[in-house]
């Protein structure tokens, strides 16, 4: 190896970050970290005289870090070329030249417009515009501007008993938020970058049943688009333990978790859950002989730093009886275990009047089961040490203390017994303690069947269970800790984490959609019995901010559906005009207020083109815009607003 490798490795040493605990290279984080330019590593490299000439160009007194011909030396096959040491900590294909071709960047998941931002406004379900992409280098400024912090305004605190104008934020208020989820996100990075510790969102399925439709010419790479800019501004807010999970059916799972691999790394992947969400029925079946019969959905779970990743392991009650537990394990009231004895299961049911067969549904064998928890068992793990002592004592019951607990041997097995089993399970009956059993990522036993009285808000096709987003709030966040839902629909996000204590951010663009979350929520604060209220004991209480990013337009919108006659329209028109707050596709010189086309129109369809020619993707006022007498934002949204971002 050249001796120039040799400094290098040696520069490469002073981050524990790039090498195994067995001291190996870790060839393909050192390539990451250059790519991503990582400050550590860059500042190693320039800190070293060799690699400084080597890797950094002057200009005009600036160092310029070349990244590419570092990623060239680390990747060449003369740099660490044992193919052991080369390819045991990775798996994937390599080109001519030795190097990764993940890492190469030659292989990736390719859609039209990857490297834009995806404008994209829909405030109604009727809405059916051309999308626009801005180019992230080439647009650069309009993006930069797009995603600002916005004005927030209306902004109304809601309790049990009032509504009242919130005058100012604090920083444990509960917020439903009504504009664009990419922009509201931006929005939040400002006080929420990396807070959050949860995100569970139902994303758009990209199915003809989406409210929010697309061009059917890039019907599938504008949701690629849509999806992946909204993902990188999830990323940021992600706390380093935080968790995102992501609702999908198998229109778009594959594609999403390629996506995802991408923006949250393939190491942070926690797993896909499989959710039951219909039956085999209805209307549905008609088309069975030309498809497979829908029936589950997906969740994709990502951390965002697998090394602070903590999971609630969670639970379902056991409603039938395991046949395993088949003995039985009398101690006689001793502690002395020479004294115990073991016997069949069935044998003790029959001394105690009762049938030999376990049915949980028989009341009187159901409490005579829950009562000698401790005492029935079966045989579990093989333990070579006691099965060599059971050989020369094979009715005796061995005893060890480990892991902080009380371990049972006989015959060489360890003994578990029910009481094992016993686990605090969420159900629509309370959380409560009961023989239960693990759940894995197959979930089987949620009731879609009660969806359209939860909450006292009806949405068809998209509502999902309370009970389901419990489950996952329960098992990656605890009292207190913020979960965001950026697709907030019918509001299940927001009540069940009011219901479970834990602060909540919801966003939803829809108008339709953001009415029934906020009349659900006044629901809960009032005591809202559905969903998975009786199981967390929720009665009435708390409180949540109503607020909306501040549109450009809206004084234009309202005064268009105030205007009584065509002179105030047009006066409206002449007001649009002046600003220049029209849609990029309308040249204000082809509108003539005094044009006999536009005069035959009705009033009605005169209000209508106008509300057309406002640009819908350029509604809300930039927070740098707050104090431009233009945009008419009033003094209460200003304090608010400053409140917000820590201004005031």
Request: net charge negative.
């Amino acid at each position: 190896m050249p001796k120039f490798y040799d400094t290098v490795i040696e520069v490469l040493k002073q981050d524990e970050r790039f090498f195994t605990a067995d001291g190996d290279l870790l060839r393909n984080a050192v390539y990451e970290a250059s790519m991503q330019m990582d400050k550590k590593l860059i500042k190693a490299l320039y800190d070293n005289e060799e690699t400084r000439a080597q890797f950094f160009t002057d200009i005009d007194g600036i160092s310029v870090f070349d990244k590419v011909g570092f990623g060239w030396v680390v990747n060449n096959r003369d740099f660490l070329p044992d193919s052991y040491t080369r390819y045991k900590n990775k798996i994937g294909l390599v080109n001519g030249k030795g190097e990764f071709i993940s890492s190469s960047k030659d292989v990736e998941l390719a859609f039209p417009f990857k490297d834009c931002l995806l404008e994209m406004d829909s405030t109604d379900v009727m809405d059916n515009r051309a999308e626009i992409f801005f180019n992230k280098t080439l647009m650069a400024s309009e993006i930069d501007r797009l995603l600002y912090p916005k004005v927030l305004s209306n902004a109304k605190r809601y309790t049990v008993t009032a509504v009242n104008n919130a005058i100012e934020h604090d920083d444990s208020d509960n917020l439903i938020i009504k504009g664009n989820n990419l922009l509201a996100l931006y929005s939040l990075r400002h006080t929420y970058e990396g807070r959050i510790k949860m995100m569970y969102w139902d994303i758009l399925y990209n199915t003809q049943n989406d409210v929010v439709p697309y061009n059917d010419s890039f019907k599938h790479s504008s949701w690629l688009v849509m999806m992946k800019n909204r993902l990188e501004a999830a990323e940021l807010l992600l706390a380093k333990d935080g968790i995102i999970c992501l609702q999908c059916d198998d229109n778009e799972m594959a594609y999403l978790k390629v996506l995802c691999d991408e923006i949250f790394k393939r190491d942070n992947f926690v797993g896909s859950i499989t959710v039951k969400m219909s039956t085999v029925s209805g209307v549905k079946t008609s088309h069975r002989d030309k498809t497979i019969i829908k029936e589950k959905e997906t969740i994709l779970v990502y951390c965002k730093d697998v090394t602070f990743c903590k999971i609630k392991p969670q639970y379902i009650p056991i409603y039938e009886w395991d046949s395993e537990f088949q003995y039985y394990l009398d101690k006689h009231g001793s502690a002395n275990p020479d004294k115990w004895t073991v016997s069949a299961l069935k044998d003790v049911l029959k001394e105690n009047g009762l049938p030999e067969e376990v049915d949980l549904t028989n009341a009187t064998i159901k409490e005579f089961i829950d009562s000698h928890m401790n005492s029935i068992w079966r045989r579990a793990f093989i333990r070579n040490e006691f099965k060599a002592k059971s050989q020369a004592e094979p009715n005796r019951i061995f005893i060890n203390d480990s892991d902080g607990k009380t371990h049972y041997y006989y015959r060489g097995r360890e003994m578990f017994f029910l009481s094992d089993k016993v686990h605090k399970c969420f159900t629509e009956d309370g959380i409560k303690e009961t023989t239960s059993n693990l759940i894995g990522d197959i979930w089987l036993d949620i009731n879609t069947g009660k969806l359209f009285s939860e909450g006292n808000a009806e949405l068809r096709n998209g509502k999902k269970p309370e009970f389901l987003v419990a489950r996952l709030i329960d098992m990656f966040t605890k009292e207190g800790e913020l979960v965001l839902d950026a697709y907030l629909g019918s509001g299940t996000t927001a009540a069940v984490a009011h219901k479970m204590n834990r602060q909540y951010i919801g966003i939803e663009q829809l108008d339709a959609h953001i009415d029934i979350a906020v009349e659900r929520m006044k629901y809960v604060l009032q005591g809202d019995q559905t969903g998975i209220s009786k199981a967390v004991g929720w009665t009435e209480g708390g409180s949540f901010v109503y607020c909306e990013l501040a549109k450009m337009n809206q004084r234009f919108i309202d005064d268009i559906r105030n205007a009584k006659n065509d002179k105030e329209l047009a006066a409206v028109w002449k007001a649009i005009r002046e600003t220049g707050f029209i849609s990029c596709y309308i040249n204000p010189k082809d509108i003539d207020e005094k044009a006999d086309d536009f005069k035959s129109l009705s009033f009605d369809d005169m209000k209508k083109l106008l509300m057309e020619l406002l640009d819908a993707n350029q509604l809300y006022v930039n927070y740098c815009d707050i104090d431009d007498e233009t945009f008419g934002i009033s003094e209460e949204d200003k304090t608010f607003t400053k409140s917000f971002y820590g201004d005031n």
